[in-house]
């Protein structure tokens, strides 16, 4: 007698990122209501579950949806604004003015759109989201069928989206309340920085993390110039500031996280901080190379992230994984550092975890959901495949992703999005060039 299952997904490979770095030939993923429940060889799959409608992938690696731990969705509508300058001239001179000029909830609803399309297409199933307006960036996340961490953006100076940290955060907390209990849609704290957040604030922040038990997501120690100017204003740097008022903790996301002491490294491990590792955007800013290999080997829990498409310009994982490994080597000096198995853990597991979401997605693991990407590796350019876990961290890229589910529904089919037409958001992004060229 047949068990129940809706879905079976069947792959040349199998790779559920589980320890041991497992890599299972011909098997299948079984689904229902959304959630794995089963594992296992392909022909068995067939037998134990007769009635589930099969979905094949003969030549294909079936991973886990790829978590990006770090991006600015809606300023997907700002790529290529600016280029070619350092982080603040970039923040001071071209971003913060376009977005007190442009950001409204249609804005931030469009350009996540954008975004949330950009991501599935390259096999993201699940972001965490910094930006303004949660409750439009939510709605489009929500329409697309993605997963996604909300960030209750906290900023000191006003915006069009508020005038104060008070307002921030009152407004973010009601988005949150207005989302609770969605299967998809989850929120973190998202203080902006050290250099525009104060203590008061981080004071509330702590407290409402610690009440709510939300995650804290942080940008910190970004450049030099970041932590210099902290040593200057507060006296110490910022790590040392916000360990001293409470935010360095198991729930801190610490986004970038470039220029670090070697106390600080200890610090973040000590307290079981994790840290969302951007080396493209800390590349193209010319911010500098984080010390990943001092931080894995220490335990920091590190997740990749993107950061946003005005300062990357791509919502691209693959490009983040190839570029963290090689990175991770040509800095340290150690060929061996940072290994594929690890570096797709990174972009999977790991960054589930930082989220809290380790029970719920980031493997191949019955009871969790099917977050599922299909990596098409039969073509000329993947071809031969001696390891495909090797070739989908410096070989493959996001085009050669063909399918992607989420809680068990196919959002990307056959590289075709299912939920939005593809002439619907480039007349979205038209419109908003016209908007921001003038």
């Known amino acids: 007698m047949s068990e129940t299952a809706e879905l079976l997904i069947s792959a040349r490979w199998v790779i559920p990122v589980e320890p041991g770095d497992p890599v299972l030939e011909h098997h299948s993923v079984a689904v229902q209501n959304g959630r794995i429940v089963a594992v296992l060889p392909r022909d068995e799959a067939r037998l134990r579950f007769a009635g589930a409608k099969e979905h094949t992938l003969e030549q294909h690696a079936l991973i886990p949806g790829l978590v990006n731990l770090h991006t600015h969705a809606a300023m997907s509508l700002m790529r290529g604004l600016a280029d070619d300058l350092p982080l603040m001239q970039w923040l001071e001179q071209a971003i913060w003015p376009a977005e007190g000029k442009h950001v409204s909830a249609p804005f931030v609803r469009d350009g996540t759109l954008l975004a949330a399309a950009e991501m599935l297409r390259g096999g993201i199933t699940t972001c965490n989201d910094m930006y303004f307006y949660p409750d439009a960036a939510a709605a489009a996340f929500d329409q697309i069928g993605m997963r996604a961490v909300v960030g209750v953006t906290t900023i000191e100076f006003p915006t069009p989206y508020a005038s104060s940290a008070d307002e921030y955060l009152r407004k973010g907390l009601a988005a949150r309340d207005q989302w609770r209990g969605h299967p998809r849609i989850g929120f973190a704290l998202a203080p902006h920085a050290p250099y525009t957040v104060t203590d008061d604030t981080f004071s509330r922040i702590v407290n409402l993390a610690n009440e709510l038990d939300l995650p804290i997501h942080l940008h910190v120690h970004e450049t030099a110039h970041e932590v210099s100017e902290g040593v200057h204003q507060h006296g110490m740097r910022p790590l040392a500031r916000l360990e001293k008022l409470g935010i360095v903790g198991a729930n801190l996301i610490g986004v970038h996280a470039v220029h670090l002491a070697d106390e600080e490294i200890a610090m973040l491990a000590h307290y079981g901080a994790s840290v969302a590792h951007c080396p493209s955007s800390n590349m193209k800013l010319a911010s500098g190379i984080a010390p990943i290999t001092a931080l894995t080997a220490r335990g920091v829990r590190v997740g990749l992230g993107t950061d946003g498409a005005a300062s ?5 994982l693959f490009t983040e994984m190839r570029e963290a490994a090689l990175l991770a080597k040509v800095s340290s000096g150690d060929a061996s550092a940072l290994p594929a198995a690890r570096v797709l853990r990174m972009a999977t597991m790991d960054g589930a975890t930082a989220l809290g979401m380790a029970d719920s997605i980031g493997s191949i693991s019955p009871g969790k959901y099917a977050d599922l990407c299909a990596v098409d590796l039969s073509t000329i350019e993947t071809q031969p495949c ?4 090797s070739h989908l ?6 085009e050669h992703v063909t399918d992607v589910w989420v809680g068990g529904e196919a959002v990307l089919k056959h590289k075709q999005l299912l939920q939005k037409p593809n002439s619907e958001l480039l007349a979205i ?10």
Do not use: S, T
Not at 312 to 316: A, E, I, K, V
Not at 386 to 389: E, G, H, Q, T
Not at 393 to 398: E, S
């Open 312 to 316: 990357n310009n791509r919502l691209d």
């Open 386 to 389: 001696f390891n495909p876990v």
């Open 393 to 398: 961290v410096y070989c493959a890229g996001r």
């Open 429 to 438: 992004a038209r419109v908003w060039q016209n908007k921001l060229g003038n």
